[in-house]
């Protein structure tokens, strides 16, 4: 099994129309066991290359999971990160912004978050919940309780582009990989999810009248998806279009996706200096003397 990622990679500059990406690929292996071999070495591959992380200590990696309802972000969450320690890993998940949230800048919340030199982190969704839902419904905006010209700017979302990018170098910069992830679900699909929610007596907690609401919006976020894609797509911090229609192919690409950025840092365990052999032998020395 090769993938080749560039064909899912968004290339910076590029306009985006999410139609001409698709929601489907491959599959990828020919079977459910093929599958799991295969997801089974990127998360070993990936769990060694955590403790190099962990023991280099000089970059971290933050991963940004955005997608419509159902898209399978917590699952792909879930499978390809399970074999890393989570001692190294930070996962927060964003929802509305609470009161005090609202009384800063559209970044402070997500920003108090990133995670330390040797660590994982992990954004179910993220900042770009404010080029996103916040942008479908104004109302929020609204309740942001911004300087009136800003409010009323028509380049709004392009500033915020900007000020996401700015933020995404600056920690590109100081030791953060930013590897982002939209998860691209067809409507058709999500209806299937949220039928087999309805249907599944343990999974109806999954869904909520205000999800369903949300589907007549799909055009709308859609458009939103795109812009953002477009504007904030770079060669320091770069998006995926994942396709999510099928659940295992889109694990495997994410997975392939976050061992190519580990992969790319070049990181070794640190070697200890001749003093330190010395004095780490001398300790041996006494270890074994004990016995």
């Given at each position: 099994m090769k993938i080749d990622l560039d064909q899912f990679r968004v290339?910076?500059?590029?306009?985006?129309?999410?139609?001409?990406?698709?929601?489907?690929?491959?599959?990828?292996?020919?079977?459910?066991?093929?599958?799991?071999?295969?997801?089974?070495?990127?998360?070993?591959?990936?769990?060694?290359?955590q403790n190099v992380l962990y023991a280099h200590d000089r970059y971290c990696l933050l991963l940004i999971f955005q997608g419509m309802d159902a898209a399978g972000k917590d699952g792909a969450i879930r499978h390809v990160m399970s074999g890393v320690n989570p001692q190294g890993c930070q996962v927060y998940s964003f929802k509305h912004p609470e009161p005090e949230a609202l009384e800063h800048d559209f970044?402070?919340?997500?920003?108090?978050?990133?995670?330390e030199r040797?660590?994982?982190?992990?954004?179910?969704?993220?900042?770009y919940e404010e080029v996103l839902i916040v942008r479908v419904h104004p109302e929020i905006l609204a309740a942001q309780r911004l300087p009136e010209a800003v409010e009323r700017d028509e380049d709004l979302w392009k500033r915020r582009?900007?000020?996401?990018?700015?933020?995404?170098?600056?920690?590109?910069?100081?030791?953060?990989?930013?590897?982002?992830?939209?998860?691209?679900?067809?409507?058709?699909e999500q209806r299937r999810r949220f039928v087999d929610r309805i249907d599944d007596p343990d999974k109806n907690w999954k869904l909520s009248c205000a999800d369903v609401e949300e589907r007549k919006y799909w055009r709308a976020y859609q458009?939103?998806?795109?812009?953002?894609?477009?504007?904030?797509?770079?060669?320091?911090?770069p998006w995926y279009v994942v396709p999510a229609d099928h659940?295992?192919?889109?694990r495997l690409i994410i997975s392939e996706a976050v061992?190519?950025?580990?992969?790319s840092l070049k990181m070794a365990y640190p070697k200890p200096s001749a003093d330190d052999r010395r004095r780490l032998q001398a300790i041996?020395?006494?270890?074994?003397?004990?016995g």
């Open positions: 290339p910076q500059g590029r306009r985006v129309r999410l139609q001409q990406w698709p929601t489907r690929v491959g599959p990828l292996c020919a079977d459910k066991a093929a599958y799991r071999r295969a997801l089974g070495r990127h998360v070993a591959t990936l769990s060694r290359l970044l402070w919340r997500t920003t108090k978050c990133l995670p040797g660590r994982i982190g992990i954004f179910n969704r993220s900042y582009y900007r000020s996401i990018a700015g933020l995404e170098r600056h920690l590109h910069e100081n030791g953060t990989r930013i590897v982002k992830f939209f998860l691209h679900l067809s409507q058709d458009r939103a998806y795109e812009d953002c894609l477009g504007a904030t797509s770079a060669d320091y911090a659940k295992d192919d889109a061992v190519h950025s580990l992969k041996r020395d006494g270890l074994v003397a004990e």
